[in-house]
């Protein structure tokens, strides 16, 4: 099938030109199938109390693995699943494999572990997805109160009323919801005043140059002052060394998350990493 889409004799005849357009309508076709032939797998990639010195969490990360393309990055995919409406399946198997292998690891022991995923946009609108998360809460056996809903403001911007109600439905049924990318984006204040967030997820753009940026340090500052004062948890992404630990440590920036500690892993991995625990 892809091949009749953009094959090698399309290319032939419009080069460098079409080159990407063919690239996106082969990963839109391969994707298609990508859920029935089980190309899909999640790494899950651990969320660190400093202070504590505990594993409060992963964040469950989406791989696709395909035969011919090999392994296809999610900003590679994600926003062509998003346009096709492929997201809302690939959406729900995150979230169903995720609280799943979570319930595993509190069989292991490892009982306060909450498991965090992304919802897009377009998964947003959808009005059962609320509905669909409980039920896999209920047939997975995890509590609400284990599960993240990590969300970007572009979820909110196209219909914010619609936002709001769903919000409210997943705060209410317990579940955390935190904002991802805090900082990117146009409105995101006013966000966290109206909607019923729990978490901040800082950028990690403000943590990248964090050694030289004296506006970064004020950003983080600031935003960790304004989580205590909102009563939000606050984690901070894409730590990828010593010096950004120390900094965020010195700012009170607990709950971190980046290279630093570990890269995503798949399940098994992930669970080696639970067993050692850490110390830093
Ligand atoms: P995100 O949710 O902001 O996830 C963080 C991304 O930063 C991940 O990339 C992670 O691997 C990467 N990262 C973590 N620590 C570090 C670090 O120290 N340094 C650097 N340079 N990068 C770090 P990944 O896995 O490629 O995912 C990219 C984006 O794709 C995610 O951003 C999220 O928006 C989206 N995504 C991933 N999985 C899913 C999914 O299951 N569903 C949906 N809807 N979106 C997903
Ligand atoms: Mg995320
Ligand atoms: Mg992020
Ligand atoms: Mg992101």
Not at 92 to 110: K, M, S
Not at 236 to 265: T, W
Request: charged letters at 20%; glycine letters at 6%.
């Amino acid at each position: 099938r892809a091949k009749e889409l953009g094959g090698h004799g399309y290319q032939f005849y419009q080069p460098s030109m079409n080159q990407r357009n063919t690239e996106l309508l082969q990963i839109e076709s391969y994707l298609y199938n990508a859920l029935h032939n089980n190309e899909f797998e999640l790494y899950y990639q651990p969320q660190i109390n400093i202070i504590s010195k505990t594993i409060i969490g992963m964040e469950a990360l989406i791989r696709w693995n395909h035969p011919q393309l090999g392994r296809v990055a999610p900003n590679n995919f994600i926003p062509i699943a998003e346009q096709t409406g492929l997201i809302c399946p690939i959406g729900e198997w995150v979230i169903e494999e995720a609280c799943q292998q979570n319930q595993i690891w509190h069989d292991l022991g490892y009982t306060d572990l909450k498991i965090a995923v992304n919802i897009s946009a377009r998964q947003f609108q959808q009005k059962n997805l609320v509905y669909t998360i409980a039920n896999i809460l209920k047939k997975t056996n995890l509590s609400p109160k284990f599960l993240e809903a990590e969300i970007t403001e572009s979820s909110i911007i196209q219909n914010p009323d619609l936002a709001k109600k769903i919000l409210d439905q997943l705060s209410n049924l317990g579940v955390l919801v935190a904002m991802d990318d805090f900082g990117t984006g146009y409105s995101s204040l006013g966000y966290l005043k109206k909607f019923p967030f729990g978490k901040i997820k800082i950028d990690q753009s403000f943590v990248r140059e964090l050694k030289n940026k004296k506006e970064d340090l004020a950003i983080i500052s600031a935003v960790v002052t304004l989580g205590k004062g909102m009563n939000l948890q606050v984690v901070a992404e894409g730590i990828e060394n010593d010096e950004q630990l120390k900094l965020l440590v010195d700012l009170n920036c607990r709950q971190m998350q980046g290279y630093y500690f570990s890269k995503p892993m798949n399940a098994k991995d992930a669970t080696s990493f639970l067993q050692k625990g850490i110390d830093y």
